[in-house]
């Protein structure tokens, strides 16, 4: 995209950047309105098209970058504060991307093939990585390849990735009892990010994302959801206050310090060795309680709630209640032992 909105660690900064490619050559600038921006986007275009230098006034405004990378590792320099830009995934994203690096080795962009991405499958498995967390790292790779496809930095089709199938009938909640323990472990910020995911069911992304305006009374607006639908979540007073106050420049953790104090946490609570228990499991715990809760919540009521885009997903949840079964059988027997109705079929 050539305009986009300009922000600065994850907030919007109410500015608008242009950046415009051609020929290995880039041209970039930040601008105070969206109307200004357009206009240096047709700026740019011109220059590109009539070519020759720019002229002086332009040069000071400009700045134009040679793109080319040939190694992997020239590529990550290049894609940092770029490709996941003003996003909260950027930080664990780069990460990854240097995780990569550091099992795979440095090489050049076209010389990553399928078979490469056979072996980091194979490398992360020997690290023990879940199926889920391996598709993740896949992502963010694909993401960046694509990108370097895209500016000329590699010249060779795609490689075939072969993703890992997700195991998802297990659904892992948070007890009562593993809640108290987080909340006495976790940092005071960390630990409100948690409790709020626990209560909202919101996503990772979608709260660590959260911008001030996003949150109303009672309510928590999101515009860019996983499902593509935008949704509204209602909060409790003490949620809303916390909120308000992480969506503050600042005060909102990144993807890599929640992961990081998630794990001392899974360490300190002995559960090391399971897989499931991570941070998504507050979404898991949000949604198996309202299904348990007493009086049962419509199972469609719980879906527009977590913003399942089907109702299959949802239906993941109703499994896990086995007490409702027993009320089931109950009521079938109470029916049966009912005196059958006088005019009734015999």
């Known amino acids: 995209m050539a305009i986009y909105a300009d922000k600065k660690n994850g907030k919007a900064t ?29 700026e740019f275009l011109k220059a590109f098209k009539v070519g020759g230098p720019l002229p002086q006034s332009a040069k000071r405004k400009f700045s134009v970058e040679h793109t080319k990378a040939e190694t992997f590792s020239e590529a990550i320099r290049k894609a940092d504060g770029r490709l996941w830009a003003g996003k909260a995934s950027e930080e664990d994203n780069i990460s990854k991307l240097n995780t990569i690096l550091q099992i795979m080795g440095d090489k050049p962009l076209d010389a990553i093939d399928t078979h490469f991405i056979d072996d980091l499958i194979d490398a992360l498995a020997a690290l023990k990585k879940a199926d889920s967390t391996i598709n993740r790292y896949l992502s963010a790779f694909r993401a960046f390849l694509s990108w370097c496809t895209q500016r000329n930095y590699r010249t060779v089709a795609l490689p075939t990735f072969a993703w890992r199938e997700e195991d998802e009938g297990r659904i892992r909640w948070i007890t009562p009892q593993e809640e108290v323990k987080l909340k006495a472990i976790l940092p005071e910020t960390i630990w409100k990010v948690v409790r709020i995911a626990i209560h909202t069911g919101m996503r990772r992304g979608e709260l660590l994302s959260i911008e001030p305006e996003q949150v109303t009374k009672g309510w928590c607006h999101l515009w860019e959801t996983k499902s593509g639908s935008p949704r509204s979540v209602p909060l409790c007073p003490e949620d809303e206050e916390d909120l308000r106050w992480l969506a503050q420049d600042g005060n909102m953790p990144n993807e890599v310090t929640l992961r990081r104090e998630w794990n001392e946490a899974r360490k300190a609570m002995g559960l090391v060795d399971d897989p499931w228990f991570v941070f998504h499991a507050c979404r898991h715990t949000c ?25 299959a997903t949802t239906l993941r949840y109703a499994h896990i209640d086995d007490e409702s079964l027993t009320g089931a059988l109950q009521a079938v027997l109470a029916h049966n032992q009912m005196p059958i109705m006088a005019g009734a079929v015999q």
């Open 14 to 42: 109410g500015r608008w950047c242009v950046e415009v490619q051609s020929k290995g050559q880039r041209l970039r600038d930040r601008c105070d309105t969206h109307a200004e921006a357009v206009i240096k986007e047709q």
């Open 287 to 311: 949604a198996t309680r309202m299904v348990r809760a007493k009086p049962t919540i419509n199972l469609a009521v719980i879906q527009k709630f977590m913003g399942h885009k089907v109702i």
